[in-house]
């Protein structure tokens, strides 16, 4: 990695600790620059625009969170071991956030109403991540884990909506049974959509 590059990443980084605060929202280049001991200009030369550093600071979270999340569970065997991985490995990442909470989850709530490049980023990241999961669900039905007739959308939302309220137990009340009680919800979502013993 050349030194521009390495600035780049260090900037990103920065405005990551900063936005998992503030939200991306709240992110100003003035102060970041300012924490990082470089001028505005500076920032400006790698990322040309308030907006520009918005959303390549998005496209960061997503790929840490696919390293941190869907990699390691490719890893397991295709189906449900797979999904538990993915299920865990989100609330495990969720755990274990730097500073604040995650700056996806609330640029869905800065930007929902907000039609431009960082909204449709945000909501093309969040379908990704849904997606994704729904995938992992239809594998799991492929290889027999689940009965046919769940309906991975579903099964999928449901997920993503475990996920949701134990970041807020988390970030907001900060009470960590939130992760068990989302555990203990998904454990109840798979005994039902898991096929009848012969």
Same mark, same amino acid.
């Given at each position: 990695m050349n030194k521009g590059a390495q600035t780049?990443?260090?900037i990103l980084n920065t405005a990551h600790q900063m936005a998992s605060q =503030?939200?991306?929202e709240g992110l100003s280049l003035g102060t970041l620059a300012e924490r990082m001991g470089l001028s505005k200009s500076g920032v400006f030369a790698? +990322?040309?625009s308030r907006e520009e550093l918005v959303l390549a600071l998005i496209d960061e979270v997503r790929e840490e969170f696919g390293r941190r999340v869907f990699v390691p569970a490719i890893n397991k065997p295709r189906g449900l071991p797979r999904l538990e991985a993915i299920f865990d490995g989100w609330l495990s990442h969720i755990a274990n956030m730097r500073g604040g909470g995650c700056v996806i989850v609330a640029g869905a709530s800065e930007f929902d109403d907000r039609p431009g490049p960082v909204r449709d980023r945000i909501r093309?990241?969040?379908?990704?991540?849904?997606r994704t999961l729904a995938r992992a =669900?239809?594998?799991s039905i492929e290889e027999g884990h689940l009965r046919t007739d769940t309906d991975p959308e579903q099964l999928a939302f449901e997920m993503h909506g475990l996920f949701l309220i134990a970041h807020q137990d988390w970030r907001l009340q900060e009470d960590a049974s939130g +992760?068990?009680?989302?555990?203990?919800s998904f454990n109840r979502l798979i005994a039902m959509a898991s096929p009848?013993?012969?």
């Open positions: 780049r990443k260090a =503030v939200g991306l790698h +990322f040309g093309r990241t969040a379908s990704e991540l849904r =669900v239809r594998q +992760f068990t009680r989302a555990r203990m009848l013993p012969h």
